[in-house]
């Protein structure tokens, strides 16, 4: 028969978890009861291990302590079963029969963590459920910290797999731009705002005459003097300019309007050479 829990009477310890109590003998269950009622925990009873698994079936139990010697089912059978059916349970047995050999392999396998005996002494016995109990406390927060650092790192990892396919999209839309302006017709610089050349196509290349890559140049000593002037002037209007025995008219754009970026663009655009 399975018992519910009952009220405790009124105890001034707040209820520390719930603990199941397990044996044929109705005169121990009612003497255990008594016992532990002031310790503020929930009671709940059973006369059987059939009875206990269909309460363990109906709700969750923090501690169970259960007779060994029992009708149909011993004590270590039965938690065997309670453990596969509620795991995070702390289990024990209280028994007047020393049967060594199956209560030790039961504690080597997990299924007990101790075994106490009949009679037992008042004191000790509440100190070795308050043990149980905290155990319990102890594992279960263990369990949620677990759970919530299994949490963050998947969040991280979804992090940083979305920042790596968002690096990926922008390393082709840069390898794109790129492309871009290897096609445009006309020279393309860009200087960034320490004057450091972040930016050049093959056709600026070609008009500058540089042997080596303009990139990570400083204009002042890559560029002829009159493009580097043009880069100390406020002024980002079109200006006309000789070069290479071309005129070219620079369109100058200050960068950053829509974006992070700091420093100037300058589009190099051939045209006729004025007439005097």
């Known amino acids: ?60 139990v923090d501690v169970i302590l259960s007779d060994q010697r029992m009708p149909g089912m011993s004590g270590v059978e039965f938690l065997r079963k309670a453990r596969e059916l509620r795991p995070d349970t702390v289990r024990m047995v ?53 759970l919530e650092r299994r949490a963050a790192n998947t969040q991280l990892e979804q992090m940083l797999r979305l920042k790596e396919e968002q690096l990926g999209r922008e390393h082709k839309v840069l390898g794109i731009l790129q492309e871009v302006l290897q096609l445009l017709p006309w020279p393309l610089l860009g200087i960034d705002d320490t004057g450091i050349v972040a930016s050049a196509n093959e056709q600026a290349q070609q008009l500058f005459g540089a042997r ?30 000789a070069l290479a025995g071309r005129h070219y008219r620079i369109v100058s754009r200050e ?12 589009i190099f655009m051939p045209e006729a050479a004025p007439h005097d």
């Open 1 to 60: 028969m399975t018992h519910f829990p009952e009220a405790d009477g009124g105890s001034a310890q707040a209820q520390a978890g719930t603990l199941l109590l397990v044996d044929d003998e109705s005169n121990i269950l009612s003497a255990l009861k008594r016992l532990l009622r002031r310790d503020g925990y929930t009671l709940l009873t059973a006369d059987s291990g059939e009875s206990g698994l269909a309460l363990l079936g109906e709700q969750a």
């Open 94 to 146: 209280l028994s007047g029969y020393t049967e060594l050999q199956s209560i030790t392999d039961a504690i080597n396998e997990g299924a007990i963590f101790k075994f106490l005996t009949k009679p037992w002494d008042d004191e000790q016995l509440r100190a070795n459920i308050a043990e149980a109990f905290r155990l319990k406390t102890l594992t279960d927060e263990n369990r949620r910290l677990s």
């Open 212 to 241: 080596a890559p303009l990139l990570g140049e400083h204009a002042a000593s890559a560029l002829p003097a009159a493009v580097a002037a043009r880069l100390q002037q406020a002024e980002t209007g079109p200006a006309g300019i």
């Open 255 to 266: 960068l950053g309007h829509g974006s992070d970026a700091r420093g100037r663009l300058m």
